[in-house]
């Protein structure tokens, strides 16, 4: 089968490799129908990252797609099953699964699709998929929606109702500041913030895109490099970009919240003191992707969120190189597989 193959930075390449195989009775095999980009994977192939370094590894780990073989052991997930993929590898039974944080599965650590940490998994832009715990790792599409534009369920659709929704479940009339920049994590934030939590929310970046998709959602939006208010109960940063952190980190009500989900490689300043006399409640973390699917899902097939309107284009399998590498990218492209 092919392989999407990270080479360097702004290197890319289908491989030919082994096809996974069936290896315990728990797997499954999945066969992409679409799959699509998290922001920290431009990041990858931009040279921002550490991994930058490690090529070749397969690249990847958000998709949706047809589940073609279980093993025997296998009760939940069928043949013909149209499912999300959790980016993580996650038994479902250990202590941290129990309590919902399946990113930090006590048997599998920090293993993931599409990088090489803790294993070899694979990437979400491969011809075929081993997934292990099927039963508790995928999540079945609902009926009559279109699968494309759910390929980022695994991780970062999911992680715009987990950002959001437990952090504002218990206030009324919640104020969401969304502070953009990384892509699509934002902008699916800004999406659960105004149809699901029902917030006045404003969205500050300076990428006119990003900024034209966040008033098409819903949100009020403003430049960033402009005035901000300081009285959201909850700001997202979603930039990856230490100034950015600290507005978000500065615009808050007293104990307010402040959920981070950049990705930052180098210690990054934080202005402590301001933090200390406001009373700020900050997260930042890796998304638990499967406890936040199945909600996820609800909602999208409810009507109530529009993930088609982050999507930033949708290509065909054999564009993933020369999408990726190129200046056309876009914050949420999406490459559909052809039976």
């Known amino acids: 089968m092919k392989s999407l193959m990270f080479v360097a930075p702004g290197q890319l390449r289908f491989d030919e490799v ?22 920290l994977d431009h990041h990858v192939i931009a040279d921002k990252t550490p991994f930058s370094g490690f090529g070749p590894f397969p690249l990847g780990h958000e998709c949706v797609g047809t589940v073609v073989e279980v093993g025997p052991d296998c009760t939940e997930v069928a043949v013909g099953d149209v499912v999300g993929v959790a980016w993580h590898i996650a038994c479902g039974t250990c202590a941290q699964c ?15 699709y599409g990088l090489p940490v ?3 998994w694979g990437g979400t832009f491969d011809e075929l998929i081993r997934v292990p715990y099927a ?32 952090t504002v479940a218990r206030i009324a009339d919640p104020k969401i500041a969304v502070f953009g920049g990384t892509g699509s994590i934002g902008l699916y934030c800004v999406d659960v913030a105004v ?18 998709v966040a008033e098409q959602l819903g949100a009020e939006v403003h430049d960033i490099h402009g005035k901000r208010e300081k009285d959201f109960h909850l700001a997202v940063d979603a930039s990856c970009d230490p100034e950015r952190l600290r507005k978000a980190l500065l615009s808050v009500m007293p104990e307010g919240y402040v959920n981070s989900v950049g990705i930052y490689f180098d210690d990054v300043s934080l202005p402590l003191l301001g933090l200390y006399q406001r009373g700020v409640h900050f997260h930042n973390g890796k998304g ?47 490459f559909v597989l052809e039976n």
């Open 18 to 39: 082994d096809a996974p195989t069936i290896a315990e009775g728990t797997d499954a095999l999945v066969r992409p129908l679409a799959a699509t980009t998290c922001d």
């Open 288 to 334: 638990h992707a499967r406890p936040n699917m199945t909600p996820t899902l609800k909602a999208v097939a409810a009507g109530i969120l529009h993930p088609e309107l982050v999507t930033s284009g949708i290509h065909g399998w054999d564009e993933i190189p020369d999408v990726l590498t190129s200046d056309r990218a876009g914050h949420k492209p999406i």
């Open 98 to 112: 129990a309590l919902g944080h399946t990113a930090r599965c006590l048997a599998h650590g920090d293993a993931q």
């Open 135 to 166: 039963d508790f790792n995928l999540a079945k599409l609902p009926a009559g929606v279109d699968p494309v534009h759910l390929a980022s369920i695994g991780d970062n659709l999911a992680l715009g109702w987990e950002t959001v929704m437990p």
């Open 118 to 120: 803790n294993g070899a």
């Open 195 to 212: 149809h699901c939590a029902g917030a006045r929310t404003v969205y500050y970046d300076d990428d006119a895109v990003r900024m034209k």
